[in-house]
Structure formats: C-alpha cells, structure tokens
C-alpha cells in the first residue's frame, strides 16, 4: 500500500514539474520593424527604412521589437492579426509594448497585449 501511494506522489511530482510556469507579463521599449528586413541588413530602420517597413507590415509580413540592446521579438497576438492593423502606425518609431515573452523555434516571440508611443 505504502508503495503505491509513493509511486502515485511520485509520478503527481514529475508532472507538475512539467507543467510550464505562467508567463509574467513585460515592458519593453524599442523600435517596430518589418522583420525579414531588418534580419537582412540591421541598417533597415528608422526613418529612412519606414515607407519599405510599413508596406511590408501592411501586407502581414512579421513584424518584429528591436530593443536598444539588439534584441529582436517577433510580435504576435492580437497586434499582428489582420496583416498587423494595428501595427501599421507604429513601424519605425520607438514604442513600449507590454505582453509576454516566449520562445519560438529559438526565437524570441511577444506576445503583445497593449503598445504605445514611446515617451
């Protein structure tokens, strides 16, 4: 009986520890990107790089945050639904995004759940 009751514990443990912890929802400041291009040439931002990156993010290509330290998080969620709608405004221009981070084919992925202009 004490045996079965160990085996029971011990199998209940093993599958919490592989339940995921919850994700903590992040802000993070940076800059929108149309992110093919900005993958090919790290140059491709800004306003010099806007008319190209919004045309690419208004046609539903991946959009991407590029953080002041170079780190790039494909965006998803309900801002990238609709071939980005929501994101179009805000290519090229700095912003603070709040959601949360994941990983993704080794890429990091967030999921934005509210973004504004940068202050």
Do not use: W
């Not at 929802?25 to 990156?53: I, M, R």
């Not at 290509?61 to 929501?86: H, R, S």
Request: some cysteine.
């Amino acid at each position: 009986m004490h045996f079965m009751t160990r085996l029971s514990l011990a199998v209940g443990c093993a599958v919490v520890a592989t339940l995921p912890l919850a994700a903590a929802e992040v802000t993070l400041k940076g800059e929108v990107v149309d992110q093919a291009c900005y993958l090919k040439d790290k140059t491709n931002k800004g306003a010099d790089h806007q008319d190209c990156g919004t045309s690419c993010v208004k046609k539903g290509q991946p959009a991407a945050l590029v953080t002041a330290d170079g780190d790039v998080y494909t965006i998803a969620g309900t801002y990238a639904e609709n071939k980005n709608a929501k994101l179009v405004d805000f290519v090229s221009k700095q912003v603070e995004a709040k959601g949360e981070v994941s990983e993704k084919d080794g890429k990091k992925v967030l999921t934005v759940t509210a973004l504004t202009a940068a202050k």
